[in-house]
């Protein structure tokens, strides 16, 4: 008995992991020499995906872009590039907002 249970949550938790798509927030920036990068990966629920890849560019002004990468997740990057990393990290938390306002 114990090891059905078992079986049942393992079962469980990777069906709940099928439905969850992956995102990476991306916010590129001048550190005074060179570009650099700052990102941060979550996921969210798979039907808030297409939702995601319109309606980015509109919600944020044009400010941030939402692709699909060839590795299958949503990648969302700023258009212009910050102008510090300070700046950068929080591109990169607003447009975690604008996905918690938007898509949810």
């Known amino acids: 008995m114990f090891s059905i249970k078992v ?3 393992a079962f469980l938790l990777l069906a709940a992991d099928a439905l969850a798509a992956r995102i990476n927030y991306s916010a590129k920036y ?3 020499k060179k570009i650099a990068r700052t990102t941060k990966n979550a996921e969210v629920a798979d039907n808030l ?3 995601i890849l319109h309606g ?3 919600w944020s ?3 941030y872009q939402a ?3 060839k590795y299958g997740f949503i990648q969302i990057t700023n258009t212009h590039v910050a102008a510090s990393k300070g700046a950068a990290s929080a591109q990169v938390q607003q447009m975690q907002t604008l996905i918690h306002q938007h898509a949810q």
């Open 56 to 58: 980015m560019a509109t």
């Open 30 to 32: 001048t550190d005074g």
């Open 49 to 51: 995906s297409n939702s």
């Open 7 to 9: 079986i049942l949550f």
């Open 67 to 69: 692709a699909l990468s």
């Open 61 to 63: 002004g044009g400010a």
